[in-house]
């Protein structure tokens, strides 16, 4: 298993600003990714987080407004840039290992005022 | 792209009682898997079904699949108060590890 640790856990932004969020795994882990959940919704996967390379994006998700880092196995950070109140939403980072299940954070919830 | 459908999206039920929810999904898979969210914090992964299997138990979770109709089962059998939360089941995108979550059936669970 793996224990992910994610901060912040909450904060309050104002438009048009940028927000890093950080990610630790406590265990050496093949992947990392980054899950968005807008209010009363399920997870949409925003971004494949590559140990060392620029992340992989899903469709509708770009490097300009969700720009990643994975300098390690371990480490990876999601930035929220030029926030709008759309981009209120919890994010979460995830870590997968061989056995294919995912481990959460406990996800970061922002609020875009 | 969701690729799982739940149904119902809301359920409640007296402590005790089974809980029942469904998950339907559009491609061939090699695993599905089910997870619990608790008020908004992140998911707890519950159980992981390979496509080679029909069901499977993990204490009060029972998991069923069936490939034949694209659908799964979870049942939570004798449900607890601690069980109200959001369930949901995950397909992998593109037969790799990335996950694709299902809408969630929201259970609650009165005492």
């Known amino acids: 298993s793996a224990v992910i640790s994610q901060k912040p856990s909450r904060d309050i932004c104002q438009r048009g600003t940028s927000l890093t969020i950080q990610c630790q795994v406590d265990?050496?882990?093949?992947?990392m990714f980054w899950y968005r959940q807008q209010p009363g919704q399920s997870l949409t996967l925003i971004a494949t987080?590559?140990?060392?390379?620029?992340?992989?994006?899903e469709s509708g998700f770009v490097i300009d407004k969700f720009p990643i880092s994975r300098p390690n196995l371990t480490f990876s950070t999601l930035t929220v840039s030029n926030m709008s109140p759309e981009d209120s939403s919890i994010y979460l980072c995830s870590a997968g290992i061989v056995t294919g299940e995912l481990f959460f954070g406990e996800g970061s919830r922002l609020t875009v005022l | 792209s969701q690729q799982g459908e739940e149904d119902p999206q809301a359920l409640s039920i007296q402590e005790g009682e089974n809980a029942t929810m469904n998950c339907s999904y559009k491609t061939s898979i090699n695993n599905l898997q089910w997870y619990r969210q608790n008020s908004g914090r992140g998911l707890v992964h519950l159980i992981l079904i390979r496509s080679n299997e029909r069901e499977k138990h993990s204490g009060r979770l029972r998991v069923t699949l069936d490939t034949s109709k694209k659908s799964s089962s979870l049942l939570i059998t004798a449900s607890r108060a601690a069980d109200t939360a959001s369930y949901f089941c995950a397909t992998p995108m593109y037969n790799d590890y990335k996950l694709s979550f299902g809408a969630g059936t929201t259970v609650t669970v009165r005492a």
């Open positions: 265990s050496q882990v093949t992947m």
């Open positions: 987080a590559n140990q060392g390379s620029e992340a992989t994006y």
